[in-house]
Structures are given as structure tokens and as C-alpha cells.
């Protein structure tokens, strides 16, 4: 299984071994990049098991850090745009800005993650309930992913590999 995680690592041009590999990709696939970072954490914990809260801490920052980019983008693009007033939905606008930062809970979700994060950054919600959030949520998510993965046998992973001419 090793062999099948060194390949994969190199398509993607990330190192095969350490942190800065798990970190990088749970930061942009935090951003707009449609990327995903659990099969890199997956592939992490699995050939470090004894590193696994490490380096699900490590992702759940850089994916943090990623999805306070999206919200900054956001501040950013309602500063840009001030002759816009929001989500034309006026009742989108009242629902998003009634449940607040606690929506960013849900910031882990795919497709609907980051437009979360940009849309608490364009309404200007403050910052730091937004991050408090955001991180955890996203650690909930790394630990069930992970966990979850871990749960299938080691035959499937193996048969994917050969499947896909990794191994």
C-alpha cells in the first residue's frame, strides 16, 4: 500500500512523506481549487498511524486557514462591490445572517463549503466566532472521514490500486 500512496503523492507533485504534504492539500482544498485532501491525510495516517491526531490537527488547520482565505475574499469582494447588497434572495440574506457564524459549521461540506465561508466574509461576520467554527467543524470532519476510511479492509485498497495501475 505504500507504493500505491509514493505514486499518488508524485501525480500530484507533493512530497511523499511528511506534514507539509497533509497541510498544503487540506489548505487548498479549502479554497475555491476543487481539490480534496482526505485521500493525502488517508495515505498519511496510514503510513504514520502513530502520527494520526498530528496530522489531523495539521489538516484541520491548513483546511481552517483555507476556508479564512474564503472569507477574507469575500470581505474583500463586498468591499470591491459596494453597489451590490448581498444575495438577491433577501430571504437567503435574513437566514445566513440569523444562524451567523454557527452556519460555518457546516464549512466541511463539499460544494457548499466555501461559498459558506465567502458569504460570512461578504456579509462581514466577525471573524473570530467564524474561525472558532469553522476549525470545528472541519475537525469533525477529518476525524469521521478518517476514521471511516479506516474502516475498510486493506484487500479493497489494494484492488483500487491495481485498478487504477498504481501498484
Known amino acids: 500500500m505504500e507504493h500505491m500512496f509514493e505514486h499518488f503523492f508524485a501525480w500530484f507533485g507533493m512530497p511523499s512523506v511528511g506534514l507539509p504534504a497533509v497541510f498544503i492539500s487540506a489548505f487548498i482544498s479549502a479554497t475555491l481549487i476543487p481539490a480534496g485532501s482526505e485521500p493525502i491525510l488517508f495515505g498519511y495516517i496510514t503510513l504514520n498511524p502513530h502520527l494520526f491526531w498530528l496530522a489531523i490537527m ?87 472521514f478518517t476514521w471511516l476510511l479506516t474502516l475498510v479492509p486493506d484487500s479493497f485498497w489494494h484492488q483500487l490500486g491495481r485498478w487504477l495501475h498504481l501498484i
Do not use: H
Open 58 to 144: 495539521v489538516a484541520t488547520v491548513g483546511n481552517t486557514l483555507g476556508g479564512m482565505v474564503d472569507w477574507w475574499l469575500g470581505v474583500v469582494a463586498r468591499n470591491s462591490f459596494k453597489a451590490m447588497d448581498g444575495p438577491g434572495n433577501s430571504r437567503l440574506k435574513r437566514w445566513l445572517e440569523g444562524w451567523g457564524p454557527k452556519l460555518l459549521l457546516l464549512s466541511w461540506l463539499p460544494g457548499l463549503g466555501d461559498p459558506l465561508c465567502l458569504a460570512a466574509g461578504w456579509l462581514k461576520l466577525p471573524w473570530q466566532p467564524c474561525l472558532i467554527y469553522m476549525f470545528i467543524g472541519k475537525l469533525l470532519r477529518f476525524i469521521m
